[in-house]
């Protein structure tokens, strides 16, 4: 599938739809705490996005046959739910870590985000594991700013994992963003054997960089969709959607 460039005006609706999900994340940030049930986070969403008028791109998505219609606006990963957590009745407790992955859709154009994090105090561990892959996003779209070609960018985040001895998950990464939530590219967080498309002006992407502390080995769980590691052990997920503008670094679109 070809690359899709967005023009400037394009990319004044994707920097609307992308504020969207970042202040929506950054309030459900607030609202993580010990004793919150999943399904509050679930409904903070709903209510928001009926009022503001927003659509989800993860309402009824089926990227496949095998995968049921995905049944809410977000998902909501615990510990070792990976991602594509499907909200339910859960209690968080001091210690989790609390992955949070929205998406908006605002004028027929998608931002797409995720943050994770920490419930009260959290261990040494977990909060090394939360560092280390929101720095790999970072680095990933500092990379952006310089990549001459796709692969640069993956070898960035690799990079930015490979000294903590964590897995980079392999099979999920970042993607093109556009009218649609997943567009070509698909951007391993891992190096990759070929050049991959050249970076220039008008490519927006998703960088979503995940990491285990255990094995990098996952599974889907029976509801479809849920994606833990085999292992038990923590890991985490950051996203954000970003622009490559001319002669500047990268625009993060789903900021706040
Ligand atoms: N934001 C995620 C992604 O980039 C998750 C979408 S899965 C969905 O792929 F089912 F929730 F839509
Ligand atoms: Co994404």
Known sequence: MAVKLKSESEMRIMREAGQIVGQT???????????????????????????????????????????????????????????????KHRLLKEGDIVSMDLGSVWKGYVGDAAITVGVGKVSAQAQDLIDVTSQALAAGIEAAGKAKHLSDICAAIEDAILPSGYSIVRGYGGHGVG???????????????????????????????????????????????TVKTVDGSLCCHFEHTIAIREGQPPEVLTLP
């Open 25 to 87: 994340l950054a309030a459900l940030r607030e609202k993580v705490k010990p004793g919150v049930d999943v399904l509050e986070l679930e409904a903070f969403v709903d209510d928001e996005y009926e009022r503001r008028g927003v659509g989800s791109p993860f309402l009824d998505y089926s990227p496949a046959p095998k995968y049921p219609p995905y049944p809410s606006r977000i998902c909501i990963s615990v510990n070792d739910e990976l991602v594509h957590g499907i909200p």
């Open 179 to 225: 009218r649609s939530m997943h567009e070509a590219p698909h951007i391993p967080n891992h190096r990759i054997r070929f050049k991959g498309i050249p970076i220039r002006t008008g490519l927006v992407i998703a960088l979503e960089p995940m990491v285990i502390v255990g094995g990098p080995e996952t599974y889907e769980c029976e509801d479809g969709w």
